[in-house]
């Protein structure tokens, strides 16, 4: 078994391997100067993004790629993920609310589909989802919420109580 096939389910292995990665990637050329963009940009109300560490490892690891769904999805359509923070710019003060909510800082890593969804990362790794119905759990890990919108897996959505 391959690493990504013990780390991955298959699909998501192939979905990965077709993109370009492979395990071991680490581009931190990419991560680095999204973390310096990141760092420099101020919103017109003034609100800044966090640089998170998790954030800086899904970077290097995944960015900057495009990932595309290899099978239909269990509960949803599956969606593409890029991994490029930088469509997420403008939304410092969406992720400074939603960090707010939570009790922490988020970063953001990247998109779902075409831009569609904004993916973000807290503190502590959890990944959530931003979009225009609302605001996602996907999983404590990276891994979980790639392997989540890659397999079309049904998220949580984020209330008072979760």
């Known amino acids: 078994m391959t690493p990504a096939a013990e780390r991955f389910p298959a699909p998501v292995a192939a979905a990965l391997a077709d993109s370009g990665w492979q395990p071991g990637r680490w581009e931190i050329r990419h991560a680095e100067e999204w973390a310096d963009t990141l ?95 609302g605001d996602w759990y996907l999983g404590p890990r990276f891994d979980d919420a790639l392997t989540a919108l890659l397999l079309g897996h049904r998220p949580a959505r984020l209330t008072a109580t979760l």
């Open 39 to 133: 760092r420099a940009h101020t919103s017109p109300g003034g609100h800044r993004h966090a640089v998170l560490p998790a954030a800086v490892e899904v970077w290097a690891e995944f960015g900057p790629l495009h990932i595309a769904p290899t099978t239909q999805g269990r509960d949803l359509a599956p969606t593409a993920v890029t991994v490029d923070p930088l469509p997420c710019l403008h939304a410092a003060r969406t992720l400074s609310d939603l960090g707010r909510a939570l009790g922490t800082e988020v970063c953001p890593v990247g998109t779902e589909t075409e831009g569609e969804a904004l993916l973000v990362v807290d503190v502590a790794g959890h990944t959530y989802g931003v979009d225009a119905s």
